[in-house]
């Protein structure tokens, strides 16, 4: 069951960033298309919790942390970054999503007002570093406005994962303090998630529109079956038997399927300098879950 999970978080995140980049094609704006699926995991999962006997009363201490969390991780982050997918292929939003593990460990630090591991100050060099090698080759110096958009899409990127970091520790702080099940914290945040978006689609006077074409439909119902109730299951399934640390291992693969995916889809190629930027990418990433006292310069 262990590798199962494992391998449907992997597949799950790892299909999810096309999947986005399909409803982004359709005519239905992104806000639209998120409340669509918000709303609907917020339903599914309650349905979940009843059937699975999860707790649904919250804690009157537990709301501030549900309305931060839906901001953060059910509604301004996946804004952002389906406007992001506009300018970018989804591989490489996927590849930047990865190192929110190292950012919400910055955030945990800064907040907590602890000293930031070293191990954590190497990973981001590297991970900077890989970014800035695996963007490079997706640069056209003759082209100005192609490289604005990749400016754009990438710095959208950037804010996305930022947002989404500092909705993670939100997530742990909430379950440090009341103990919130997962299958509660989803349930509420993609709840509270879809007002949010309700009141932004009224607000922007968005139409509630649906594309009943094939392709937005199968994307739509990815969205929510697998990308945010599948991922979750199989996420929490890991973290309850080898641990958090253990199952954030999902971040070392995910990426990689997103760029296959968008290599054929969305032509996204492969170049020597973009593989070795990715290279260190993953490189920061296996870094933060190496024990510092197993590593002796980092002591």
């Not at 979750?232 to 080898?242: K, S, T, V």
Request: proline letters at 2%; aromatic letters at 18%; a positive charge.
């Amino acid at each position: 069951m262990l590798i199962l999970a494992f391998i449907g978080m992997c597949l799950a995140w790892g299909f999810s960033w096309i999947a986005m980049k399909l409803q982004v094609e359709s005519f239905v704006a992104p806000e639209i298309s998120l409340f669509y699926r918000f709303f609907t995991v917020a339903i599914l999962m309650t349905l979940l919790c009843l059937a699975t006997k999860t707790r649904l009363k919250p804690f009157r201490t537990e709301w501030k942390y549900f309305a931060l969390i839906a901001l953060t991780n059910f509604c301004v982050n996946f804004i952002i970054g389906y406007h992001a997918s506009k300018y970018i292929p989804s591989g490489i939003i996927a590849v930047i999503f990865s190192l929110s593990i190292i950012v919400s460990e910055v955030f945990k630090s800064f907040f907590e007002g602890k000293k930031i591991e070293k191990k954590i100050i190497i990973s981001s060099l590297f991970g900077s570093l890989g970014l800035l090698f695996f963007v490079l080759p997706n640069i056209n110096f003759k082209n100005k406005l192609e490289n604005h958009n990749v400016l754009i899409g990438i710095t959208l990127s950037l804010v996305m994962m930022t947002i989404f970091s500092l909705g993670n520790y939100i997530v742990e702080k909430n379950k440090k303090h009341n103990h919130t099940p997962l299958f509660t914290s989803i349930t509420f945040g993609s709840g509270i998630g879809s007002f949010y978006l309700l009141i932004i689609n009224l607000i922007t006077n968005n139409q509630f529109a649906f594309d009943y074409s094939t392709k937005y439909i199968f994307s739509l119902i990815y969205q929510i079956i697998f990308a945010s109730i599948v991922a979750f299951i199989c996420f929490y399934y890991l973290i309850q038997n080898i641990g958090t640390v253990k199952a954030n291992y999902t971040s070392l693969i995910y990426p990689i399927i997103a760029l296959l995916v968008s290599s054929f889809y969305e032509n996204f190629k492969f170049t020597f300098l973009g593989t070795f930027g990715l290279i260190l990418i993953i490189s920061a990433l296996a870094i933060e879950f190496i024990k510092t006292n197993k590593i002796p310069l980092l002591k």
